[in-house]
T-cell receptor
Framework: SQKIEQNSEALNIQEGKTATLTCNYT??????LQWYRQDPGRGPVFLLLIRENEKEKRKERLKVTFDTTLKQSLFHITASQPADSATYLCAPPVGRGSTLGRLYFGRGTQLTVWP | DSGVTQTPKHLITATGQRVTLRCSPR?????VYWYQQSLDQGLQFLIQ???????AKGNILERFSAQQFPDLHSELNLSSLELGDSALYFC????????????FGSGTRLTVV
């Protein structure tokens, strides 16, 4: 069965540094990956989507890469700020093509940016 | 405001009771998804509706049921509540299959005492 793993449950970095979060998947090849941010007690917020034919996608200080050979997506936040502290979720869809379905959410990586 | 409205925001009820959670999707979105998030747990998929019809089912308990109405709002019914049902319940909506992202509501926090 398909499996999603996000790197260590918690990542602590200093303000101004680049945070890099990892999402690994096994046993299938998603057509795309989505990344979300979730603050405590709040609903996840969509950040970025990257498709399998895209190597990299950027949005302001955010960058996502998608390596279908390594079966891995990396999510980078450059010039991190304390306000970036949150849990970040990797979410590929279940199935693909005609069986493309709902998103599967990993457990997420809790990022803390300290001053 | 994300555009997805969930009511109520908080609900406290006793074991054995039944509750109904309501979700109004973002305007134009045909798909509605329900997720459960227990303390320090990931988002567990419960059920998906598309334009009034059930599209996919997750590990939803038999005590739970849902439906999507012609105006596209959805309700999640939880019955014979147990302490372990205490969680945040999120509704999300998307256009078609969600390949442009989900929009989540702010959730309903259910506490069963």
């Amino acid at each position: 069965s398909q499996k999603i793993e996000q790197n260590s449950e918690a990542l602590n970095i200093q303000e101004g540094k680049t945070a890099t979060l990892t999402c690994n998947y096994t046993n299938y090849s998603p057509a795309y990956l989505q990344w979300y941010r979730q603050d405590p007690g709040r609903g996840p917020v969509f950040l970025l989507l990257i498709r399998e034919n895209e190597k990299e996608k950027r949005k302001e200080r955010l960058k996502v890469t998608f390596d279908t050979t390594l079966k891995q997506s990396l999510f980078h936040i450059t010039a991190s700020q304390p306000a970036d502290s949150a849990t970040y979720l990797c979410a590929p869809p279940v199935g693909r093509g005609s069986t493309l379905g709902r998103l599967y959410f990993g457990r997420g990586t809790q990022l803390t940016v300290w001053p | 405001d994300s555009g997805v409205t969930q009511t109520p925001k908080h609900l406290i009820t006793a074991t054995g009771q039944r509750v109904t959670l309501r979700c109004s999707p973002r305007s134009g979105d045909l798909s509605v998804y329900w997720y459960q998030q227990s303390l320090d747990q990931g988002l567990q998929f419960l059920i998906q509706y598309y334009n009034g019809e059930e599209r996919a089912k997750g590990n939803i308990l038999e005590r739970f049921s849902a439906q999507q109405f012609p105006d596209l709002h959805s309700e999640l019914n939880l019955s014979s509540l147990e302490l372990g049902d205490s969680a945040l319940y999120f509704c999300a909506s998307s256009a078609d299959r969600g390949s442009y992202g989900y929009t989540f509501g702010s959730g309903t926090r259910l506490t069963v005492v």
